[in-house]
């Protein structure tokens, strides 16, 4: 169980909220059940729990009085509440006690002019990744981090959860983008490291710490961010497959012969199916298949010509494949990959777990984790789909109760013994803090801890993520 909220010695949640006001503004404070309602609930409608007050900080002077306020109280950071591991809400306390702080980071949205000598930007931990990517693009330039929810996730939450994405293969992950980062911490003070400077090897790198913390260190208020080259000119095709290691087998040629790669998308027949009804689309190709990919290639000159040179190394047959070279065209076979999530959410509240699996081992690891779910949660529904190129799978159960864990346990035991790990971009959260051992070893989580403890002594910074405190 976290900690309960536990108000500053004397003050009651009334005082605290009246000492806020007077920092960030009474509208900015929300003490009323009501207006706090969208904060105390995750996107996956799994997670949440009562407040006892949402906090907005409109700079980073006001955080740091805003976690000075709240010292010995628990805070949960909020940027745009697209997280899916429960990380970012309260958590169901016991009726007699407060629930913790929410301090959203919205506010935080300055985005500064891009510096297109170094390729950078700094950004808001407010700013979410949509308006990041046009103001990248109006510099010629593009900041390579792409996910479905680029219109809500800010960069304050994909720092905070190492967000993945859909160019991982060709760019990595979030933490390959920052080159610096401000951050309040548990005792109020800034930390600040944003000079940008891509060498600089002197010491600690406490900018990197911070990112997957997931809240658990402090509240990051700004990053400066690298930006690449704008690659115009693009291609993508949507291909079918008997399986699995068939479409292992594609990435692997497309990987070779495909120079501006970034996306190997994968997902399957039901999945589609499931997303066709939801979003009223035609089938993509004239014939369905057990396993699609999409792919997309990206560069100053057009990518297509190595793209066909590939399909016709794969030897698909036309009711295989599906290409196009327009951006509505583009954007039509993508839907089939993007609306996986909200389809699942359409059937019912889904388990979600995300995971990755050795290249090697992936195609075992889709047979066997649909006998596992099965075993574990007979009669309910199983998605897969995910980002193949980079081993990552999204297994998304839906039928069990929220509550009952029996299938995250089972799939999660069955990605440690075939040398996975338990969270591949999605973090861990509040949903799978408990197992947190089967992907970190003894030494790791005691080393994991004893940091923890150093920045955040009191423990207030979201507890209960990451860390298991329920015995
Ligand atoms: P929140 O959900 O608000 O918070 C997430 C975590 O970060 C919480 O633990 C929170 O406490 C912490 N946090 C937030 N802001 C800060 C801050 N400023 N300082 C410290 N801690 C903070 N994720 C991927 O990796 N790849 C995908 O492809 C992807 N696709 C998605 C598609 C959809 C449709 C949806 C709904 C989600 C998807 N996600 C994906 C998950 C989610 O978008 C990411 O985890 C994203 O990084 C969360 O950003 P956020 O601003 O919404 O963070
Ligand atoms: C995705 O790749 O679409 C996301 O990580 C979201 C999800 O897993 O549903
Ligand atoms: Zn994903």
Same mark, same amino acid.
Not at 50 to 59: F, T
Not at 347 to 363: E, M, N, Y
Not at 374 to 390: N, T
């Given at each position: ?34 207006? *706090? ?6 996107? $996956?409608? *799994? ?44 958590? &169901?306390? &016991? ?9 959203? /980071? ?15 930007? $700094? ?7 949509? *308006?990041?990517?046009?103001?990248a693009t109006q510099a010629r330039l593009n900041f390579p981090v792409d996910l479905a929810a680029r219109d809500t996730a800010t960069v304050g939450g994909m720092v905070a959860t190492n967000a993945g994405g859909l160019h991982v293969l060709r760019y990595g992950t979030m933490r390959a983008q920052v080159v610096g980062l401000e951050a309040v911490l548990a005792d109020g003070s800034v930390l600040t490291r944003m000079s ?19 809240? $658990?260190?402090? #509240?990051? /208020? ?16 949507? +291909?079918?497959?008997?399986? /699995? ?7 692997? #040629? ?27 689309? %035609? ?13 997309? %290639? ?22 295989? /494949? ?10 039509? +076979? ?38 596992? #779910? ?7 529904? +199983? ?9 990552? +799978? ?35 959260g509040r949903a799978k803090a408990r197992w947190l051992g089967l992907s970190r070893s003894e030494s790791e989580r005691s080393a994991m801890l004893k940091v923890k403890r150093a920045l955040d002594p009191r423990g207030t910074m979201n507890p209960g993520v990451l860390f298991d405190l329920s015995g």
């Open positions: 169980m976290p900690p309960a909220g536990l108000p500053n010695a004397g003050a009651s949640v009334a005082d605290v909220a009246e000492r806020l006001a007077a920092v960030v503004g009474a509208s900015q404070v929300l003490t009323d059940p009501e207006t *706090r309602r969208s904060f105390e609930v995750d996107w $996956t409608g *799994r997670f949440g729990g009562p407040s006892c007050i949402v906090v907005r900080p409109g700079s980073t002077a006001e955080v740091s009085e805003v976690v000075k306020i709240c010292r010995d109280m628990p805070i949960v950071t909020q940027g745009g509440n697209t997280g899916l591991v429960g990380g970012g809400v309260p958590w &169901q306390s &016991q009726p007699d006690q407060p629930g913790p702080v929410v301090l959203s /980071t919205t506010r935080l949205d300055d985005l500064q002019p891009v510096d297109r000598v170094a390729a950078q930007v $700094t950004a808001g931990a407010g700013v979410t990744l949509a *308006r990041l990517q046009s103001h940008g400077l891509v060498k600089d090897n002197t010491g600690y790198d406490i900018s990197q710490l911070l990112v997957g913390s997931e809240g $658990t260190l402090g #509240v990051i /208020t700004a990053a400066r961010l690298r930006l690449v080259a704008a690659h115009d000119e693009k291609v993508v095709a949507l +291909l079918g497959f008997a399986g /699995t290691a068939e479409a292992l087998a594609a990435v692997d #040629v497309l990987r070779r012969n495909v120079e501006g790669l970034q996306a190997a998308e994968i997902f399957f027949e039901d999945g589609l199916d499931l997303v066709r009804s939801h979003a009223r689309l %035609a089938a993509p190709l004239p014939q369905s298949w057990p396993a699609y990919l999409v792919v997309e %290639a990206a560069a100053l000159d057009d990518p297509s010509e190595q793209m066909y040179g590939a399909l016709s190394e794969l030897d698909l047959p036309d009711t295989a /494949t599906a290409v196009a070279t327009d951006p509505a065209g583009q954007a039509r +076979l993508w839907a089939y990959r993007e609306h996986h999530t909200e389809a699942v959410s359409s059937i019912g509240i889904p388990h979600k777990l995300d995971v990755t699996l050795p290249q090697s081992r992936l195609a075992d690891f889709e047979h066997a984790v649909r006998k596992v #779910v099965a075993d574990a949660a007979p009669g309910s529904r +199983l998605v897969l789909f995910g980002h193949i190129g980079d081993g990552n +799978l999204h297994v998304n159960v839906v039928g069990p109760d929220p509550e009952d864990e029996a299938v995250d346990d089972a799939v999660l035991r069955l990605v440690a013994e075939m040398d996975g790990s338990i969270s591949a971009e999605h973090g861990v």
